[in-house]
């Protein structure tokens, strides 16, 4: 059964799942289709630091994101050589931080906003090609 839309998003990993909210918010329905179960991205280890600007981002989209409150803020790293540690400090130097929130949990804050939302959001379902890109009509999902 042929379904249309107006954008479609292949993968709902943290690019597909952003856009979606940011069109959303924009007033633009999309659907996503993902080829993984949502268990297994919601269980896949990946990433695990956050920059600011990502974090203020979430932020601007709601009070969905547990970035800030289950996630660590990290003023600065430090690196170990020549025998003596070197602290590089995020927050004096440039005024910004980064957050130890690991991807699989800020997927299931999107996933869990998105589908609240109301999102057409398809896990296991496989994009084989894409249709009549070069037209101004989106192809099927
Ligand atoms: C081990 C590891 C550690 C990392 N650490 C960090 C880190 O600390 N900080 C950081 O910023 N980044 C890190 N990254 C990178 C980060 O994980 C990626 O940049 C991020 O996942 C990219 O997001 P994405 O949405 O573009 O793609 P993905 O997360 O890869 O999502 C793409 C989705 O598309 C789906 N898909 C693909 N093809 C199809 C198809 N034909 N039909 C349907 N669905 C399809 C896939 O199943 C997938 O769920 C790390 C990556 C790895 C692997």
């Known amino acids: 059964m042929p379904t249309t839309t107006r954008v479609a998003i292949i993968g709902a990993g ?10 959303a ?4 329905e999309s659907i996503v289709i993902d080829q993984r179960t949502r268990e297994e991205i919601e269980s896949t280890i990946r990433a695990g630091i956050l920059e600011q600007g990502t974090v203020e981002v979430l932020d601007g989209l709601g009070d ?17 050589f020549d025998g003596a540690g070197h602290r590089i400090d995020f927050a004096h130097l440039v005024d910004r931080s980064v ?8 997927l299931k804050d999107l996933i869990a906003a998105r589908l609240a939302g109301g999102q057409d959001l398809r896990f296991g379902v496989t ?15």
């Open 127 to 141: 994009a084989v090609r894409v249709e009549g890109a070069e037209s101004d009509r989106c192809g099927r999902a």
């Open 64 to 80: 969905f994101s547990r970035a800030r409150t289950v996630g660590h803020r990290h003023d600065g790293i430090e690196l170990r």
């Open 14 to 23: 943290p690019a597909g799942l952003l856009l979606s909210h940011l069109l």
């Open 99 to 106: 957050w130890l929130y690991p991807q699989h949990e800020a």
């Open 25 to 28: 918010e924009a007033g633009m």
